[in-house]
């Protein structure tokens, strides 16, 4: 199975700030993928992060408000942009172990913003 | 598109068994997963379900799937105080793969 970490851990913004959480797996993925966890509330598929080309978004989700980095198979970047309240939430990093179809997650960035 | 339910709470005690329930609609989902939840944690992937199988067992986690009812379901046995979390079932449909439709989450608690 693949390891996944996720750094911050945690962190408190202000409003107006961007902030950037940085995903790594153990291993080459070929799919990694980002989801936010509201308060609460279950998980919603912000993007899937292609390793090479711009990120696939879900409706709602746009790239100038979250942009995606995945600069190769082992790493990907998520940024929050221009942070509200609205913002707070956890933020997953997935990535898909396509061999047997088993998707692992990291273990989240809660994020607060003040 | 896909939705999926579950309900909210379940309360068993130890050493009980606990069937955690969830229904989803599209009925071309082909792999269905069940997420382990601790407070202040990530998801832990506890086993998955392709749906040409109706059960699936390992070790005290048994799946059962319905497909023809969408139903799925978890059963752990002999629950224990560290079962207690939030379970999630997830589904995804061939050719979304990682596109992972989750439901809202069972929240089981397991009395001493």
């Known amino acids: 199975s693949a390891v996944i970490s996720q750094k911050p851990s945690r962190d408190i913004c202000q409003r107006g700030t961007s902030l950037t959480i940085q995903c790594q797996v153990d291993?080459?993925?070929?799919?990694m993928f980002w989801y936010r966890q509201q308060p609460g509330q279950s998980l919603t598929l912000i993007a899937t992060?292609?390793?090479?080309?711009?990120?696939?978004?879900e409706s709602g989700f746009v790239i100038d408000k979250f942009p995606i980095s995945r600069p190769n198979l082992t790493f990907s970047t998520l940024t929050v942009s221009n942070m509200s309240p609205e913002d707070s939430s956890i933020y997953l990093c997935s990535a898909d172990d396509s061999t047997n179809n088993e998707q692992f997650f990291g273990p989240g960035t809660r994020l607060t913003v003040l | 598109g896909e939705d999926v339910e579950q309900s909210l709470f379940l309360s068993v005690r130890e050493g009980d068994s606990s069937v955690i329930n969830c229904t989803y609609t599209?009925?071309?989902?082909?792999?269905l997963y069940w997420y382990k939840q601790e407070p202040g944690a990530g998801l832990q992937l506890l086993t998955y379900i392709f749906s040409n199988m109706d059960m699936k067992q390992d070790q005290r986690l048994t799946v059962l799937l319905n497909k023809k009812d969408k139903h799925l379901s978890l059963r752990i046995a002999d629950t224990q105080t560290g079962d207690s979390a939030i379970y999630f079932c997830a589904a995804a449909g061939e050719g979304s793969q990682g596109n992972l439709i989750f439901g809202k989450g069972t929240k089981l608690s397991v009395k001493p």
């Open positions: 291993s080459q993925v070929t799919m």
């Open positions: 599209d009925s071309s989902s082909t792999y």
């Open positions: 992060a292609n390793q090479g080309s711009e990120a696939t978004y």
